[in-house]
């Protein structure tokens, strides 16, 4: 009984979270997740209305500079577009299910395509700070899912297949618009860490034995919740930074910022380029 009460009680908080949504800026089928130094996007959208966090019933509080903490919606090439500006952490203090909530409430209010966007530290060292990465596969060294606890039946499987986290087909389509619009973008496996420190150079040496091309602190449990309720995922981070023990340089959230804003350019025309053609 206490299980059960559990998920109703976890539901109860999204539908409470979509309702608020929906009232202050409707539906959409596209949702979009602005990670660190990439939230200037929302100024794409047209006839936009703007959802502070804090106004959202269940939501938690960002609190990451670079993450607004705002929900935003509009029109982007004439789709219904939903983005988060900004978005919470596993090493802030929450729960799995209090980061992943606003994927549940783009579930609830029809988001069918995710595409989530971080800034990441390149492990591949044939990648450079301010390059786009679609990424292909993930994997996090948490031991945390978001989906531990009672099932949500109404959302998706006990058991959900991950082999396609991410749709080849979104990512193929990425590719295309990164060709026409003479963006650069290269491909590989993102590892999430739980953060908040940066890795160590012997991190940073284990990920990269084990397949990582990137890594952050964010992603894998929105895209595992967005797999749970049957959406497709597109995934995108900006290498804003070399990771650990590559260069012989210290890291800071400073350089994370500033390389972002070098590279939203590319980043809004590759976005702009696949909403488009989604």
Known sequence: ???????????????EAAQKIRRACGDAEIGVILGSGLGEYVQALR???????????????STVIGHAGEWHAGLLHGKRVAMMRGRFHYYEGYALQDVTLPVRAMQALGVKTLIVTNAAG????????????????????????????PNLDAFGPRFPDMTRAFDPELRALARECAAAAGVTLREGVYAQMPGPSY????????????????????????????????????GISCITNMAA??????LNHDEVMETGERAKDAFRALLDAVIAKL
Do not use: W
């Open 1 to 15: 009984m206490e299980h059960n009460a559990k998920a109703e009680a976890y539901q109860q908080r999204i539908e």
């Open 47 to 61: 006839q936009a209305t703007t959802l502070p966090y804090a106004d959202i019933p269940g939501f938690p509080a």
């Open 122 to 149: 390149g492990v591949n060292t044939g990648f450079a700070p301010g390059d786009l990465m679609a990424i292909t596969d993930c994997f996090s060294m948490t031991g945390a899912s978001p989906l531990f606890g």
């Open 199 to 234: 890795e160590t150079p012997a991190e940073i040496r284990m990920l990269r034995t084990l397949g990582a091309d990137a890594v952050g602190m964010s992603t894998v449990p929105e895209v595992v919740v967005a797999r749970h309720g049957g959406q497709r995922v597109l």
């Open 245 to 250: 023990g590559i260069l012989d340089q210290p």
